[in-house]
């Protein structure tokens, strides 16, 4: 039984205290506790970067969501329930009937991954729009070990990272752990003399920008095809590399395809001279634990990401690599037939709700696809300390908006994720966020 939304609950951990430690990004000046009042002390030995890796608050609500009566609109994951369970275990059993495929299937293979899988992700890039060669490719750990390598490799202590407001979460912590600073991609202003200078502020240089092309995490926009081109001017002007983040693309519910960044300069200049980086996954389409993401970029780079991949962690599982390429034979499109209409449906009730329901001064985004939508709130409410009474007062959870910006912190807004949510969860939790937002408003908080 679902206990009442009053029932006490104890929260894991300070989430608004966490979130102001690392909202400063001066490690200089960051004072932080020792870990243990006893054991050995690790914060003296750290190296000065370690304090640039801060908790997700995301990652840490995560673990109280099971708790029961709990409605969580927080976690940005797929439906494990639309998960190709019965092909994938057709594929490991496929491979371990044959002695010598299994043999090689659990071997190591080389870093830039399993020949045959980029052979099919470059085919399907060309579906996109992007001609590109198996070279091209790296497959990485998920995209995130894509987003990871690329700070490994242009950000020095200093320098600074174009970014939207706001932006990815977790690009934000990859890029951290380099001790980046970051600039503000504002649209509407596009002057590239701007973000030299915001980039040149810490001391160091502009090194590339990034982007999440289709319905962002967290704000659930998309780029338009002249915005895209206006960005690629823009990082042409600086002569920064431009990194676009496709993790959602294939997750269209309606609207037009938008073409992707690298289609749209590899229609003008072969990938070999591209300045974009394209960091693909398969995670929402098919299964984010296979770890399957791929990094599509010119060869002179796509070699230096070679080598960090084989001080990093070698190789990607080589029998997820060929699970995953036999996964593709049945092609994208027939993993987006399945999906899209769930994600559509629950995508297409969370905005009616939201509509029926939430008070005057809320707004919201529309997204064309995606897991998310981005709330903002009337100007008085702090989307960080509604979280703390939504979680105990309302049993709903969510992720304050002002999680995912490198800079000034937008604190009014909330980030809802509707890709896990029962119709039932998305009328009750909604109707009881709504709730908690009129109340909080009437109360200024
Ligand atoms: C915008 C964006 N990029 C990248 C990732 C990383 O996904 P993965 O490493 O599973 O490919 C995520 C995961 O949520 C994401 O939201």
């Known amino acids: 039984m679902r206990a009442g939304p009053s029932a006490q609950l104890r929260l894991p951990l300070p989430l608004v205290a966490r979130q102001n430690e690392c909202a400063n990004h001066d490690h200089q000046e960051m004072k932080e506790s020792k870990l243990s009042d006893t054991g050995y002390d690790w914060q003296q030995i750290f190296a000065t970067r370690a304090s640039r890796i801060c908790a997700s608050e995301i990652r840490e609500l995560l673990k109280i969501l099971d708790q029961p009566g709990m409605i969580s609109f927080a976690g940005g994951i797929p439906d494990p329930a639309l998960f190709p369970v019965d092909a994938i275990s057709a594929a490991y059993e496929r491979l371990f009937r044959d002695p010598v495929r299994s043999r090689q299937a659990l071997q190591y293979s080389i870093s ?16 996109l729009g992007v001609t590109c060669h198996a070279d091209n490719i790296l497959i990485t750990n998920g995209s995130q070990q894509g987003l990871d390598f690329i700070g490994k490799i242009f950000i020095s202590p200093k320098d600074s990272v174009l970014v939207a407001a706001p932006t990815y979460l977790g690009a934000l912590q990859a890029f951290n752990a380099y001790e980046s600073s970051y600039a503000t991609l504002d649209m509407s202003d596009l002057r590239a003399d701007k973000y030299r200078q915001d980039g040149a502020r810490a001391g160091g240089r502009l090194k590339f920008a990034y982007i999440v092309s289709d319905f962002a995490n967290p704000s659930g926009q998309t780029l338009t095809r002249q915005s895209r081109e206006s960005l690629l001017k823009l990082t042409d002007e600086l002569d920064i590399p431009l990194v676009e983040d ?9 609207g037009e395809r938008v073409p992707a960044i690298q289609a749209i300069e590899t229609a003008g200049r072969p990938i070999d001279q591209c300045r974009t980086i394209y960091c693909g996954t398969f995670s929402k389409t098919y299964a984010p634990s296979l770890r399957i993401g791929w990094v599509c970029a010119s060869r002179p780079l796509i070699s230096k990401l070679v080598l960090v991949k084989q001080g990093s962690d070698l190789i990607n599982s080589t029998i997820n690599q060929i699970v995953m390429n036999e996964l593709l034979q049945a092609g994208m499109q027939e993993r987006v037939n399945v999906i899209c209409p769930v994600y559509r449906q629950r995508r297409d009730r969370m905005l009616q709700m939201l509509k029926a329901k939430m008070p005057p001064g809320v707004s919201w985004t529309t997204p064309e696809g995606g897991m998310f939508i981005w709330v903002t709130l009337p100007k008085e409410l702090d989307g960080a300390q509604l979280l703390q009474t939504a979680l105990r007062e309302a049993r ?15 604190r009014n807004t909330m980030r809802l994720s509707f890709s896990l949510a029962t119709d039932a969860e998305i009328d009750d939790g909604v109707t009881r966020l709504a709730n908690i937002i009129e109340a909080a408003s009437s109360k200024g908080n």
């Not at 709903?396 to 937008?410: Q, T």
């Open 246 to 254: 496709a993790a959602y693309s294939e997750l269209r519910y309606d």
């Open 112 to 127: 830039e991954g399993y020949l045959p899988l980029r052979e099919n992700v470059a085919r399907y890039m060309a579906t």
């Open 396 to 410: 709903v959870a969510f992720v304050p908006g002002s999680s995912f910006y490198a800079n000034e912190k937008v």
